[in-house]
Nanobody, 121 residues
Framework: VQLVESGGTLVQPGGSLRLSCAASGFTFSRVVMWWVRQAPGKGLEWVSRLGNLPGTINYTDEVKGRFTVSRDNANNMFYLQMNNLKPTDTAVYYC???????????????RGQGTQVTVSS
């Protein structure tokens, strides 16, 4: 399994970014994919998940209405469009699969190396 994120950078509050994740080594189209993030000093937090069936899409309340998740099963790509970014969105963002809530943050069977998103003026 290989998950490679890209697209993170420094952006001003109110700005937009699009994160990408290239997936390989498994049957991507059959798997629920997640975006999770980790802010400095905090545990892993789920951001969004997108299943392989219509309607299987969820967002944490903190990003609902601002972030949009999508996938391209033909090319094994997973995306996160982030609009109206806030300083509280600053974190390392990971695409992942096999995530569960441990009761003390999230844990994922597989995730990439992460891409840093910094929202600051």
């Amino acid at each position: 399994v290989q998950l490679v994120e890209s697209g993170g950078t420094l952006v001003q509050p109110g700005g937009s970014l699009r994160l990408s994740c290239a997936a390989s080594g498994f049957t991507f189209s059959r798997v629920v994919m997640w975006w999770v993030r980790q802010a400095p000093g905090k545990g892993l937090e789920w951001v969004s998940r997108l299943g392989n069936l219509p309607g299987t899409i969820n967002y944490t309340d903190e990003v609902k209405g601002r972030f949009t998740v999508s996938r391209d099963n033909a090319n094994n790509m997973f995306y996160l469009q982030m609009n109206n970014l806030k300083p509280t969105d600053t974190a390392v963002y990971y695409c992942a699969k096999g995530c569960v809530d441990t009761g003390d943050g999230y844990a994922c069977n597989d995730r990439g190396q992460g891409t840093q998103v910094t929202v600051s003026s």
